[in-house]
């Protein structure tokens, strides 16, 4: 039997169990003083009616006298309950008795009330109370359905996984290599896979310490930090290299689950396996390739750099000493600019060898970028004028500086220069256009032109260079990797003015060192192309700039009375100290009672109040701060550790005025400070 539903417009139906009429028509009285309450009074007179009533359950809720003549309410409430009423049922009666009370609670009642105590606030909270005391009943059954129904869906996936468990073990047996150890290491189990790989018998390895198949390959700390992982019942998971009974080695990847005894200590290992051995083999194939490449490459330019040298100094003789004949000039520059296109390649060669060996090392200044690109393009002049190519460099107003290695940053520019003269028809055109640019960090401010607006929303600046030109172009296939090594353009190959193809890969290399990056665009063949380098700035005075000066500023004062609060006494006399510097009044405290003691006798114009006190705790000692107030302008500052949402929602309902979280920063505790002073002037 339920409750009945209540009235779509929210009224209550209460039904009143009383034989004596006098006390109804006083009952109605009572509920019908206000008429915004919504309760419904309805009445009968004697127990049997009563109880047809609560059998029905048409009513929100009940009333019941103590006494029925045929027989109590205490009997009729238990038979209430016996019969499934829901409705909460409250006992009236004419005497303040405490055993019947309790007898009435014992039978079932929501609640005991005494007539002559009755008002009409104390019986319109009774009945209100005791509906929502009902409505949390019902809602704690339909959780308790709910968590029976999950833990019987929860049993059945349990059962479930019993089936699972089983067909991964099989699956374990056949694919994986598998071992479990006891807490101290000793083999209790292997499966047929880890026999296979580690070449030794079942009955060989069972009862043997694990350490049988250590190959000895791994530093102390690697097995050190394996085994404090596993200790402390966490997973462990890493490449390990192991020895086989016949002295061979294999590389396995492992996962190491630990399980855990009622304490909470591991009583074994599971131990999981995967044959990496062939991956690892040609892992290390590859790196021993590129060892060899790398030391081919090196030698290959250090050989080729000795010859040139001594050809180098006979042009600069012939220079200098040679008789004037034209056809012996232009023999001389020929030689002088082949030789200088030759040391160009083997530059690069060598630089490359000594990035992939990690042997480079920039030599880092904060240089003008305007210097930078000056020194390419007067390198790159000469060929670029060779081809015929019309060059335009245009660089931002202001000075634009960055931290770079001069030299190679140069390289950089240079090489895409030549890059953009040898891959272009005679009479092109190239075009080098450097512009700074800025990070937005914050929303746009609603007047773009307002610089001071500006400077407030945006991060440092970067530099972006592009080196454009009216070549062959790159094929779309050939972006992604046309800063690999040795990539070349389908089409450049036939060019007599090709190169090996390292100088866009020593670029990329160089630009990422500096922290920055590059990309190539390309609309396609006999289309040009477009060089973007990207790279972080230093200073940039294009637009005016904020320097800051707080070195040189005067400090802020104020003349305050301030208590300072922290159970942290060095945390309290240093921030007491820093205060007094500037001009107040301070007095500390270091818990939560002495606060509020210290904010009485002292009265403070302000108090900075840690939130984790001894004895009452920060909301506790504001809430008694804030009524005995003697001075309208207090300002309470929760200065805390904790700076979530949340704690400032806390702190702002325990009366505090702001809150600052630590380490607070003093430059902003002293302008508020300032503020504050300025007030209470």
Known sequence: MGMAARMDNGTVRVLLIEDDPDDYYLTRELLGDDPENKIVLEWVSDFDAGLDAITRGEHDAFLVDYRLGKGDGLKLLREGLRLGCKAPMILLTGQGDRDLALQALDAGASDFLVKGKIDAAVLERSIRYALQQKRHADELERKVADRTAELERANAALNASFKEVAQLRTALDEHAIVAITDARGRITFVNDKFCAISKYAREELLGQDHRIINSGFHAKEFIRDLWTTISQGRVWQGEIKNRAKDGSFYWVDTTIVPFLNEEGKPRQYVVIRADITE???????????????????????????????????????????????????????????????????????????????????????????????????????????????????????????????????????????????????????????????????????????????????????????????????????????????????????????????????????????????????????????????????????????????????????????????????????????????????????????????????????????????????????????????????????????????????????????????????????????????????
Not at 371 to 392: D, F, Y
Not at 407 to 417: D, I, M
Not at 434 to 447: D, K
Not at 504 to 519: A, N, Q, T
């Open 279 to 681: 991956h690892k083999e040609a892992e290390a194939a590859l790196k021993e390739a590129d060892r060899r490449k790398n030391e081919f490459l090196a030698t290959l330019a250090h050989e080729l750099r000795n010859p040139l040298a001594p050809v180098r100094n006979a042009v600069e003789i012939l220079r200098m000493k040679g008789p004037d004949i034209q056809e012996l000039h232009w023999a001389r520059d020929i030689i002088d600019r082949q030789t200088q296109a030759m040391a160009r390649l083997i530059d690069d060669l060598m630089d490359i060898s000594r990035i992939n060996q990690g042997k480079i090392e920039l030599k880092r200044e904060q240089v003008e970028l305007a210097k930078i690109v000056q020194g390419a393009v007067e390198t790159s002049r000469p060929l670029i004028e060779s081809m015929g190519h019309e060059l335009t460099v245009t660089l931002p107003p202001g000075t634009v500086i960055v931290d770079a290695d001069l030299t190679r940053l140069a390289q950089v520019f240079l090489n895409l220069l030549n890059n953009a003269a040898k891959y272009t028809e005679r009479g092109g055109r190239i075009e080098l256009v450097a512009r700074v640019e800025w990070r937005v960090t914050s929303e746009e401010p609603e007047n773009p032109s307002s610089l001071a607006t500006r400077h407030s929303t945006l991060d440092t600046p970067f530099v972006v260079v592009s080196v454009t030109d009216t070549g062959i172009g790159i094929p779309a296939d050939k972006l992604p990797t046309i800063f690999e090594m040795f990539s070349q353009v389908e089409g450049a190959l036939s060019r007599s003015q090709g190169g090996l193809g390292i100088g866009l890969c020593l670029v990329k290399r160089l630009v990422e060192m500096h922290g920055g990056s590059v990309e190539a665009r390309s609309g396609g063949l006999g289309q040009g192309s477009e060089f973007v380098v990207r790279l972080p700035t230093v200073v940039e005075q294009t637009y005016p700039r904020q320097v800051s000066d707080d070195g040189d500023k005067a400090q802020p004062t104020s003349d305050l009375r301030i208590l300072v609060v922290d159970d942290n006494r060095d945390a309290a006399e240093s921030l007491a100290m820093l205060l007094k510097m500037m001009g107040n009044n301070i007095h500390t405290a270091h818990d939560g009672e002495e606060a509020v003691t210290a904010a009485r006798e002292f009265q403070p114009h302000v108090v900075l109040c840690d939130i984790g006190l001894p004895k009452l705790n920060g909301y506790e000692a504001c809430r008694q701060m804030k009524p005995q107030a003697w001075d309208k302008k207090m300002i309470l500052i929760a200065v805390t550790g904790w700076g979530q949402d949340n704690d400032r929602r806390k702190s702002q309902e325990a009366g505090f005025d702001h809150h600052m979280v630590k380490p607070v920063d003093p430059q902003a505790l002293m302008k508020l400070l300032a503020e504050l002073d300025s007030v209470k002037a």
